[in-house]
């Protein structure tokens, strides 16, 4: 066997090398049919900038621990330790008599200017020059922690350094590749500028589950995030179709060339697109980007914009993030859900692994385990049903429309499709979000009924056992007893000596 994966690997190198040495040789063709598939260039004069990223991580009542826990870790509001501001903030908010939301913490790097006067300093990833922190209420149960990550200089352009290089064939090998695998520049480019993006998210990802972790740390999962691309050409009403080649540059970074465009009135020249979850290197769970063309957005933006002063990527980020951020509590309310889907689905597909011998410890676990849920479930959804409904928004909470975009719209002015209506994201996120509550319900009552019938029957099999155990421990004490009786003396010799003779016939 040894022998034959050496082999086997041998050969499967071989083949990609040879993979490897046509893809170089084909790297200077003029085909366009081969430029289609196999080459990349960037537009001429296509620059991306990556200024800000938004992420929000949420606390129910099952992980509101962790959030009192942060602010006395990292003492927010008050560096002096006076006053426990934010705690009694926080303990008015959750009880429904406080501020919906309020300022958490600012953050600064060493070296940054601050644009926050009250910013702390300390260290921060390499790429962010400041991270603001804003926690926002939802009913009583829920406190979303809004995170936004301003992104430096250096770093805004490190997308598109990656981007615009002049990427070659490679050959990729190793065990976290596994067989070699050859890679035409198209592959390359690809590749290396969607992990260029994506390392950015795992930084701001991190630090805020390290600093401020709720229910999406807790449980292993990315915290959703949007990231802010500033393209220099591309604009967000896509009227045309790129060729292949244009629309392959705009795949590396990972953007699709979408049919439908999701845009809001409040953020004019700018488009939501979601990332692919299949064939992208960057994750695609809980992953957004809002992109346009800069010139386009400063202009549609004015005049709110000159409110922050210059007009500088600052500037940008902060206008964005006023008009994003119910936006984006809406879409982390729909993971959160989903996470709470996952849980009951993978209590369902490891009970019979873990309980199935009916061990009263694990059972107990599992009934732990269902009560917070349980517990979450039931107060959020009265809470996630009153944000929905409630009329009362903030001065930009931005509405989503998806449409058709101009050349799919054409496909359905000609009967090629069929006509789509433009349609409210935001509306359609609270109806979904209330059916998955109602699906959450219903799995939580089958559960905990099914929960209760493992419960009485194991307590039947317990006390079986024990009533087994207590026979054995009765059989077993009657015949140490006639033990002890047999060797016990009786007159001058034990019993058990006359019992013996009187089987062997001696007197």
Request: net charge positive; with cysteine.
């Amino acid at each position: 066997m040894w022998i034959t994966n050496r082999l086997d690997q041998a050969i499967a190198y071989v083949l990609a090398k040879d993979d490897h040495r046509r893809h170089l040789e084909d790297q200077e063709s003029k085909d366009p049919d081969w430029l289609a598939l196999y080459g990349f260039a960037v537009p001429r004069g296509e620059h991306v900038r990556v200024p800000g990223l938004f992420v929000v991580e949420l606390f129910p009542p099952s992980e509101s621990h962790l959030l009192r826990a942060a602010i006395d870790r990292h003492n927010w509001h008050d560096p002096l330790g006076l006053a426990r501001f934010d705690q009694d903030l926080l303990a008015e908010a959750r009880s429904g008599a406080g501020y919906q939301w309020w300022k958490l913490g600012g953050f600064t790097n060493l070296r940054a200017w601050a644009n926050d006067p009250d910013a702390r300093r300390t260290k921060l990833p390499a790429q962010f020059n400041e991270i603001a922190l804003q926690a926002v209420q939802i009913g009583e149960s829920i406190t979303a922690v809004a995170a936004t990550f301003y992104v430096n200089e250096d770093a805004t352009r490190s997308i598109d350094k990656v981007w615009q290089q002049d990427h070659q064939p490679e050959l990729l090998h190793g065990r976290e590749v596994g067989r070699p695998l050859p890679q035409v520049a198209q592959e390359v480019a690809i590749r290396r500028t969607q992990l260029a993006r994506q390392e950015m998210h795992d930084a701001a990802r991190r630090w805020l589950a390290k600093t401020c972790g709720g229910v999406f740390a807790v449980n292993g999962e990315p915290q959703p995030l949007i990231d802010l691309l500033l393209f220099t050409q591309r604009d967000a009403t896509v009227e045309i179709r790129p060729d292949q080649l244009r629309d392959t540059a705009y795949r590396a970074i990972g953007l699709a060339n979408p049919s439908f465009l999701i845009t809001s009135p409040e953020l004019p020249a700018m488009n939501l697109e979601r990332v692919e979850r299949r064939y992208s290197y960057v994750n695609g769970a809980r992953t957004w980007a809002l992109w346009g063309q800069r010139q386009a957005i400063i202009d549609q933006a004015r005049p709110r914009i000159r409110k922050y002063g210059r007009v500088d990527n600052w500037a940008i980020v902060s206008y964005v993030r006023e008009a994003i951020q119910d936006y984006l509590l809406r879409l982390s309310i729909s993971e959160l859900l989903s996470v709470y889907h996952l849980q009951y689905a993978r209590m369902r597909d490891d009970a019979r692994q873990q309980h199935g011998r009916f061990r009263m410890k694990n059972l107990e676990e599992l009934r732990t385990n269902l009560l917070a849920l349980s517990l979450n479930v039931g107060l959020i959804e009265r809470d996630i049903s009153s944000f929905n409904r409630r009329r009362w928004r903030s001065a930009y909470d931005a509405p989503f429309i998806e449409r058709s975009a101009p050349r799919m719209r054409r496909f359905e002015e000609r009967s090629l499709a069929p006509l789509r209506a433009p349609r409210n994201t935001n509306d359609r996120m609270a109806s979904d979000q209330a059916a998955l509550l109602a699906r959450l319900k219903a799995d939580d009552e089958h559960y905990r009924d099914v929960v209760s019938e493992a419960a009485s029957l194991t307590s039947s099999l317990q006390a079986l056992r024990t009533s087994r155990a207590a026979r054995w421990i009765a059989a077993a004490s009657l015949a140490v007893s006639l033990a002890v009786f047999s060797f016990s003396n009786v007159a001058e010799h034990p019993l058990i000596v006359a019992v013996i003779h009187w089987i062997t016939g001696h007197h």
